[in-house]
């Protein structure tokens, strides 16, 4: 039995540690969804303040908005957003290539027992079908700089468009925080310097502030950022360290005064030892570098990172380490822990803000009633653990998949991958079979997009496509084409839309 149950009368008291991304979203959604409940104080730092970073997201956020009540269109406004539909990767498979992974199906709707790219497969394979970009909506509109919100129109592909943000992190922090204090959320500036533990069980009782205020509470919340204050410096919850599988472990991040067009989506461009992001934001242009510190030194990922901005440095970089890895614990005794506390992976597939997203709802799920039960909390950390791990794979493959010839790409390519990535891998290259376990982030239309972009193709084709001749096949294709980049055609520029719905004052 590891847990105790604690407390007589029904969890009330919460303390949030940390005012990020991951704090505020803890506070604004605990206090939408269970606030006439709950008593709920949130401790931040102006002196540490947050990591700053955290610009790009998954179409899920929309879900989480929407939970909140919050109108798009003004939350894009007060976050200087722009709009996302995939991610264009460059360079990453070899020198001179680039894909697109992007939201939504591969070849727009369903076309019954049969996926689209197998159909696609089948032509590639003959050497007549174009690359798998030209069969997905969001990269042929998205390479247009075209958006269109996609419940303005239905029966089209422009009814489908799966969309996310690129936000100011700092301003979305700021704008959750307003929803929680309008429904009652206590906010308290000051640093923590010491976490009571109870003697009886080692549960957290209260955490002190460096001027002597003490914070008491049922059920505490670590959102304090990579230092994992509560759930690591207190309790010891202990990290898997998954460096030796996604080996970059620094990062520097440099704003850039705004360039137009607005690309609608975000940019990674594959570079010696790592990878540089760009995310164009309404007010400037968020750009970085993840690199490996066995492969690079700071001063050289600096260097390239200034050689390759498309506008002017707004502040010199700012690098910072981290390990990618998960808590062994998310959830420990009375703690659980959300954010850059719970672990990291880095933001090549923009993940971070989902798993905030997603850990909190499935604490929402597990909420405790009057005590910790021991097999709930085992459930939560069991849950929480999967879907870190699925995502884990789907980074991996970016990494290990690729031609590229510098040491750092040789070494990533020779590493042993996970089993359950070596599994999908293998399965994918015989017939080009792929499929969604449990509740895995990524889809299948992610992982064709990704496996295939990064050159990972099948021998065969499912035999059903078959029953289809050449001329069918190669007829179905170029209509499917044809559909696509006229809906796309009939699209507004990104830049427009924006300007016309939600551009900031
Ligand atoms: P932080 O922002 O570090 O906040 C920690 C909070 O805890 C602060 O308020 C701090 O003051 C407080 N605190 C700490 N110690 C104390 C103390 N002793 N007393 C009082 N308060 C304390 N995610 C995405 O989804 N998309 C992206 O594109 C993306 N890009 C990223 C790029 C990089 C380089 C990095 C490193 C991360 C990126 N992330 C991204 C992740 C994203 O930034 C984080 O998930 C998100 O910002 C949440 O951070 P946080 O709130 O957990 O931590």
């Not at 007549?128 to 509109?141: E, G, I, M, T």
């Not at 750009?287 to 990922?301: I, P, Q």
């Not at 970089?317 to 959300?338: D, E, Y």
Request: negative net charge; aromatic residues 10%; contains cysteine.
């Amino acid at each position: 039995m590891g847990e105790a149950q604690v407390g007589a009368g029904r969890i009330r008291k919460v303390v949030i540690v940390g005012g990020g991304t991951a704090g505020w979203m803890a506070a604004a959604m605990l206090s939408k969804l269970m606030g006439r409940a709950l008593d709920i104080t949130l401790v931040e730092s102006e002196l540490i303040g947050t990591v700053g970073v955290g610009e790009a997201t998954i179409p899920q956020i929309r879900l989480f908005n929407a939970t909140l009540g919050i109108d798009e269109n003004e939350f894009m406004r007060m976050t200087q957003g722009t709009f996302k539909l995939g991610i264009e990767f460059v360079d990453w498979l070899q020198p001179g290539h680039r894909y697109m992974h992007a939201f939504g199906a591969v070849g727009g709707r369903d076309l019954g027992a049969v996926p689209f790219h197998q159909y696609w497969l089948k032509s590639r394979q003959a050497g007549r079908a174009p690359a798998l970009d030209h069969y997905v909506f969001n990269a042929v509109a998205g390479w247009q700089n075209r958006f269109l919100r996609g419940a303005d129109v239905v029966n089209s592909p422009l009814g489908n468009v799966a969309h996310a943000f690129h936000f100011d992190a700092g301003l979305y922090a700021k704008y959750l925080r307003g929803l929680a204090e309008a429904r009652g959320v206590t906010r308290i500036e000051g640093t923590i310097g010491d976490v009571r533990l109870r003697g009886e069980d080692g549960f957290i009782e209260s955490v002190v502030l460096d001027d002597g205020r003490v914070v008491e509470g049922e059920l505490f919340l670590d959102c304090s950022g990579f230092r994992g204050l509560l759930i690591e410096q207190a309790l010891h919850a202990g990290y898997e360290d998954w460096t030796h599988w996604l080996p970059c472990d620094r990062a520097m991040a440099v704003p850039c005064e705004s360039v137009r067009p607005l690309t609608p989506y975000t940019r990674s461009t594959a570079r010696s030892a790592g990878w540089q992001w760009r995310i164009p934001l309404q007010h400037r242009t968020g750009n970085g570098m993840v690199y490996s510190s066995a492969h690079t030194s700071d001063e050289e990922a600096a260097r390239i990172l200034l050689a390759n901005l498309d506008g002017a440095p707004q502040a010199d970089p700012r690098p910072l380490r981290f390990t990618t890895g998960m808590r062994k614990r998310f959830w420990h005794r009375n703690c659980v822990a959300l954010g850059l506390a719970s672990g990291f992976m880095e933001p090549l597939e923009s993940t971070s803000i989902h798993f905030i997203q997603a850990s909190l709802s499935k604490l929402v799920s597990f909420f405790p009633d009057a005590g910790f039960d021991p097999v709930e909390i085992d459930e939560y950390n069991r849950q929480v653990q999967f879907e870190y791990i699925r995502s884990r794979d789907f980074l991996v493959l970016h990494y290990w998949a690729n031609r590229r010839e510098e040491p750092f790409w040789r070494d990533c390519r020779a590493m042993s991958i996970p089993d359950t990535l070596a599994h999908k891998i293998e399965l994918f290259q015989r017939h080009g079979r792929v499929f969604r376990e449990h509740e895995e982030l990524f889809t299948e239309s992610s992982w064709i997009q990704v496996l295939i972009g990064q050159g990972v193709l099948p021998a065969g084709y499912h035999p059903m496509v078959d029953l289809l001749d050449d001329n069918e096949t190669e007829a179905m294709l170029a209509g499917v084409r044809r559909v696509l980049e006229s809906c796309a055609a009939q699209m507004p520029a990104h830049e427009d839309f924006i300007a016309r719905h939600c551009a900031a004052v």
